[in-house]
């Protein structure tokens, strides 16, 4: 495999504590297009967090860890013109191999399953009344914010805390008065941490 020297984005916050807003929004960007690629293929990556950020000896972006990746068909016109066939051999194979060990059904539009990591997951996955490649996006605000402000917004002592916080994010969701961030970082941040019916990066 590739060896990244640049390590994990979480190290690298844990070491920089909170990241220039220069620094913050290369890393988002690249992280876009790259989320931007998984749902190209009608794949919602489900696990979008810093750990799985990994960086190269530029610094450059490489997302990983596919592990809880699923097939879900994606609404965006854009994105439903990708045709399989023109993929490689090994995307197709590697599809395959995703499809059977997860059992995606691909009639589905949806998915169910609670997956992902506490800090970073979609409340509407916890609804139990399905959910789409939105959730990726949710993440990304939340990757975002933690970059700006030092800590994830719902943190808290225990998982279920976290998930508590994450279900009644309307109530427990804010902006630190310190440190203060830009107008229009906490734009794009509420933006993307919002009711998935009008969140940012949603298709069709």
Known sequence: MEFLAGGDLMTHLIREDVL?????RFYIAELILAIESVHKHNYIHRDIKPD????DKDGHIKLTDFGLCKHAPIRSDRLAEVNTSELSDNFNRLK???????GCRRSRKLAYSTVGTPDYIAPEVFS???????VD??????ILYEMLVGW???????PSVTCQKIIYWKKTFHFPKEPKLNKPAMDL??????????RLGRNG
């Open 152 to 158: 994830p917004p719902f943190s808290g002592d225990e």
């Open 189 to 198: 941040i509420t933006k993307l941490m919002c009711e998935a019916d009008r």
């Open 137 to 142: 996006w949710w993440s990304v605000g939340v």
């Open 20 to 24: 220039k807003e220069n620094d913050a």
């Open 96 to 102: 395959s191999a995703l499809d059977k060990k997860l």
């Open 52 to 55: 799985n950020v990994l960086l």
């Open 128 to 134: 139990q009344q399905g959910y789409d490649e939105t």
